[in-house]
């Protein structure tokens, strides 16, 4: 059964949805499903945070007798729900999900999949008997799947080798990597892990991996070089308010988050507190108001990794949070032909030098992902109706999920 072919059965059914953890994902999530009532029914909200909490109430009109501080205590409701999308802390997902499939619920589950091998393989089991997906968005992603289209086109023969690279960007990279949560790799995951697992998984699809022993880890290497104490300018201040540097500084935390307004949608203002009030206490109290050459973070702003493929692909992938700009950029070689793609547009060199060119910028500028969050649950809600499998099922998503487990360790031993 097709994508499409589910749409039509949800016109005649709703899934009865309980989203675990209110972070910025879902969110978005969450304005997916309610914008879709004849598809979905939003069974309960679960989210630690009570300000979180407050704020799920105040956006959508949440009855209260929906809302839960802890997933036993939905449990324990006795509500009813057909499936659960996972978004919490990292470290939670595992427990979470195994939870939930234990209850018989479909899952959609942030990533990472888990924190180690063994827990990937106790998820995909559990998951035999009910729809079960990763949130891997590049499989959605209407450019990355024209790549993966042209990449089958005949004429170009096999595939030989991906130079990929992904360049974070200094506002993603500082904000998450530097600053936030995902700054310090035991309290998260590594950088690798959560930032390149789309990645890993959008080019082992590629290369038609079927398993983890398909896959040959050749090197990695990685470095902290930027966003450490050694780069700091002499005049930098601990907090960039009280910084002489901050109407100058690239990195400056007044500049993002007070005059553009990027990346705020997690400071929540307390009872009576202005949004911009909001700000301002977290440049002068928070986390997000610290330079970020003085911070405490250990997770590498660059890193490179190659891989063989059982067939004889060749794949180098580098991690780049240090350039001033963000995208994706990939190379593919094949016996007669390539693909690059690079500042969303795609050009195919074929034989005897026949050439197509792509512009998909316009798409590519198109929110949530180009429309790829909405596909997801798309796919989540048509599968658990239908009972296909997604197209980043559990079983599909293990090969990428372990692979990125094994590179993340092996560089964090060569870092050690």
Known sequence: MTIADGRKLMNRSRVKVVIIGFGNRARKYLRYLVSKPGSALVAAVVERDPVRLREAVLEFSLPSGILFSSFDDFIASG???????????DDSHYQLALKALGLRMSVLLEKPMAETE????????????VTAGLCYILRYHPYFRRIAELSATESLGRLKSVHHKVVVGIDRMTHTFVRGLWSRAKESSPVFVSK????????????????VSDVELKSAESSLSLYCVGAAPEQAALRCIDC?????????????YLKRGEWTDNFIPLQ??????????ELREGDFGRCVFHCDNDVEDYSKVEYRIKGGVEIVMEMD?????????????????RIEAKANCIRM???????????????CSLPSHAGADEELIDDFLSSVISGRKMLCSFEDAYISAVTCL???????????
């Open 349 to 363: 060199i074929g034989p005897e030098g026949g050439e197509l060119f792509e512009d998909w910028n316009e798409v």
């Open 406 to 416: 094994i590179t993340a360790n092996y560089l964090s031993n060569q870092n050690t």
């Open 321 to 337: 949070g240090i350039t001033d700009g963000d995208g994706r950029e990939s190379l593919l070689e094949f016996e007669k032909g």
């Open 244 to 256: 002489p540097l901050k109407d100058s500084c690239r990195y400056s935390a007044v500049d993002l």
């Open 79 to 89: 509500i009813k729900a057909d499936a659960a999308i996972v978004a919490t802390n």
């Open 272 to 281: 009576g507190e202005s949004k911009t009030e909001a700000i301002e206490r």
């Open 118 to 129: 063994q827990e990937c393989r106790q998820l995909v089991a559990a998951s035999s008997n």
């Open 196 to 211: 390149c697992c789309h990645d890993v998984d959008w080019l082992l699809h590629l290369a038609g991996c079927k398993s």
